[in-house]
C-alpha cells in the first residue's frame, strides 16, 4: 500500500507564507509527476502546481508567481511553498501522484487527506 502525508498547514495573515510538504511513503518502485491541488467550499477543486518526476513545472495563473512547487525524489517528497497568501488561497490542500508499486509494478493513483490553509486577519 502507499500513502500520501500532507503537513504545513495552518492559519496565516495576509501578506505571510507557509511551506507545505507532501511525503509518499509505502511500496514504491516509482513516484511520477506529483500535484498540489486546493479546494475550498466556494469553489471546485482546482490543480495548483505540478511537478514531473525531473523538474518541470506547471502553475495554476492564481498563484504564478506566488507559490513554488519542488521535490525531492531521494525522500519522494512534495513541497510548496507559498508567499504572498491571500484570503482567496484559503482552502484544504491536497497531494496527489500516480505510483508504480514496487510489489506488483502495478500503477495507481493516489490522494492524501489534505492540510487546511486559512488566510485571513
Known amino acids: 500500500q502507499v500513502q500520501l502525508v500532507e503537513s504545513g498547514g495552518g492559519w496565516v495573515q495576509p501578506g505571510g507564507s507557509l511551506r507545505l510538504s507532501c511525503a509518499a511513503s509505502?511500496?514504491?518502485?516509482?513516484?511520477?509527476?506529483m500535484n498540489w491541488y486546493r479546494q475550498s467550499p466556494e469553489k471546485q477543486r482546482e490543480l495548483v502546481a505540478s511537478?514531473?518526476?525531473?523538474?518541470?513545472?506547471n502553475y495554476a495563473d492564481s498563484v504564478k508567481g506566488r507559490f513554488t512547487i519542488s521535490r525531492d525524489n531521494a525522500k519522494n517528497t512534495v513541497y510548496l511553498r507559498m508567499n504572498s497568501l491571500e484570503p482567496e488561497d484559503t482552502a484544504v490542500y491536497y497531494c496527489n501522484t500516480d505510483v508504480m508499486r514496487y510489489s506488483d509494478v502495478g500503477v495507481a493513483h493516489y490522494w492524501g487527506k489534505g492540510t487546511l490553509v486559512t488566510v485571513s486577519s
Open positions: 511537478i514531473t518526476s525531473i523538474g518541470n513545472t
Open positions: 509505502g511500496d514504491i518502485y516509482t513516484v511520477y509527476t
